[in-house]
């Protein structure tokens, strides 16, 4: 596997470089997004790291149909493959990701490039904030890529679960809820028709597996929380969040820990929209 994350120093020398040493050329993608403020655009136009293109999550990074397919469904390959072009990845290049918001969000582009068969995509471990606390500098406005892209995609190449499989995932293997514990509990649901979680799943808050600079822990420590959980080192390990955008952070963890995640893209918002489909509540896998 190629590195999955990078430091801002290792990002400034590949920038002054012209590539990273054991990489490409550099494409910067910045991904800002939340779901009080899913358009990040006048917070990347007010300061971004320089190169760094915007990339809009709501639509390149999903794609958009009835509710029963969730908030943010996969987009297709063609559609994606256009998006990067525009964003100027070509053949060979490593694709930094980032955010402002301990990567939350970023992590959404880095699994779908790596599903999609980019090689070497890396996320800025800290995101935005570790970048200006090194004291780097920021550009303002918009920016376009130097020259298009011409990267070349391929169908999804990671093992991803749907509304027909997750349910026996649940049954017989680890499946995690990445999202916050009053949501999993169903205490409380902001977004959602219906509150709670998948019965099987595991509460796992992605926020966990971050320290509080926004940077991943440690590699045992990882190790050691999804072990406790019910997993195992290099076995298939189910996750999934709200609409499947911080799913990926989630799977970032995992894979630094040395497990194989296996990404349900429908999320809870895919599942909650299904009334056939039975709901647990309460802190207790059920």
């Given at each position: 596997?190629a590195?999955?994350?990078t430091t801002?120093?290792?990002?400034?020398?590949a920038?002054a470089?012209?590539?990273?040493p054991?990489?490409?050329?550099?494409?910067?993608?910045?991904?800002r997004w939340r779901?009080?403020?899913p358009?990040g655009r006048?917070?990347?136009?007010a300061?971004?790291?320089?190169?760094?293109?915007?990339?809009?999550l709501d639509?390149?990074?999903a794609?958009h149909?009835?509710?029963?397919?969730?908030?943010?469904p996969?987009?297709a390959?063609?559609e994606?493959?256009?998006?990067?072009?525009?964003w100027?990845i070509?053949r060979?290049?490593t694709?930094?990701?980032y955010d402002?918001l301990?990567?939350?969000?970023s992590a959404?582009?880095?699994?779908l490039?790596?599903?999609?068969g980019?090689?070497?995509?890396?996320?800025?471990?800290?995101?935005l904030r570790?970048?200006?606390?090194?004291g780097y500098?920021?550009?303002?406005?918009?920016?376009?890529?130097?020259e298009?892209?011409?990267?070349?995609?391929?169908?999804?190449?990671?093992?991803?679960l749907?509304?027909?499989?997750?349910?026996?995932?649940?049954?017989?293997?680890?499946?995690?809820?990445?999202?916050?514990?009053?949501?999993?509990?169903?205490d409380?649901?902001p977004?959602?028709?219906?509150?709670g979680?998948?019965?099987?799943?595991?509460n796992a808050?992605?926020?966990d597996?971050?320290?509080?600079d926004?940077?991943?822990?440690?590699?045992g420590?990882?190790r050691?929380r999804f072990t406790?959980l019910?997993?195992?080192?290099?076995?298939?390990?189910?996750v999934y969040c709200?609409?499947?955008?911080?799913?990926?952070?989630?799977?970032?963890a995992?894979?630094l820990a040395?497990?194989?995640?296996?990404?349900?893209p429908?999320?809870?918002?895919?599942?909650s929209?299904?009334?056939?489909?039975?709901?647990?509540t309460?802190?207790?896998?059920?």
């Amino acid at each position: 596997m190629a590195e999955i994350l990078t430091t801002p120093q290792e990002l400034k020398d590949a920038l002054a470089a012209g590539a990273y040493p054991d990489g490409g050329p550099v494409r910067i993608l910045d991904v800002r997004w939340r779901l009080d403020k899913p358009d990040g655009r006048d917070d990347y136009r007010a300061g971004h790291i320089p190169g760094a293109v915007y990339v809009d999550l709501d639509h390149e990074l999903a794609s958009h149909g009835e509710p029963q397919e969730g908030r943010h469904p996969l987009p297709a390959r063609e559609e994606f493959e256009a998006s990067a072009r525009r964003w100027g990845i070509r053949r060979g290049d490593t694709v930094v990701v980032y955010d402002n918001l301990k990567n939350l969000s970023s992590a959404r582009a880095w699994w779908l490039l790596r599903f999609f068969g980019v090689a070497d995509v890396r996320l800025l471990d800290g995101s935005l904030r570790a970048w200006t606390s090194a004291g780097y500098g920021l550009a303002t406005g918009d920016e376009a890529p130097s020259e298009g892209g011409d990267v070349v995609l391929t169908e999804g190449t990671l093992p991803t679960l749907d509304l027909d499989t997750v349910a026996d995932f649940a049954s017989t293997r680890l499946l995690l809820d990445a999202r916050a514990s009053e949501r999993y509990r169903g205490d409380v649901e902001p977004i959602d028709p219906r509150a709670g979680h998948i019965p099987g799943a595991v509460n796992a808050p992605t926020t966990d597996n971050v320290d509080g600079d926004g940077r991943f822990l440690p590699e045992g420590a990882l190790r050691a929380r999804f072990t406790a959980l019910g997993g195992a080192v290099g076995t298939p390990v189910g996750v999934y969040c709200g609409s499947g955008v911080t799913a990926a952070h989630e799977a970032v963890a995992l894979s630094l820990a040395g497990f194989e995640p296996v990404l349900y893209p429908g999320s809870w918002s895919q599942w909650s929209n299904h009334p056939e489909r039975a709901v647990a509540t309460g802190a207790e896998p059920g």
